[in-house]
């Protein structure tokens, strides 16, 4: 190979590597915009007198499968009975 292929496949990736870089930089921007919503809401909702600790677990439960959820339901509720708690 060349030099001049060498040098020419280099700055193409080193291109290549600035764009990703710029995409990243510019997602990290609108994800500390976004974070910064998720705040503003949660302080709303807290103003609200609503309970941010329980909004952010529905927010968890809501994400997961039902049939999954069900089976943590199960297990979750076979612990606190072997510890008394239920």
């Known amino acids: 190979m060349a030099d001049s292929e060498v040098t020419s496949a280099e700055g193409v990736a080193a291109d290549e590597l600035k764009q990703f870089i ?6 990290e921007e609108e994800k500390a915009g976004i974070m910064g919503d998720i705040k503003e809401v949660f302080a709303e909702l807290k103003g ?10 529905i927010l968890k439960i809501r994400k997961q499968d039902h049939a999954e959820r069900q089976e943590l339901d199960a297990i979750l509720e076979l612990y606190m009975q072997a510890l008394g708690m239920v």
């Not at 710029?22 to 997602?27: F, I, M, Q, S, Y």
């Not at 007198?49 to 677990?57: H, L, N, P, Q, T």
């Open 22 to 27: 710029e995409r990243l930089e510019r997602l």
């Open 48 to 57: 609200r007198g609503f309970d941010a600790k329980a909004v952010r677990e």
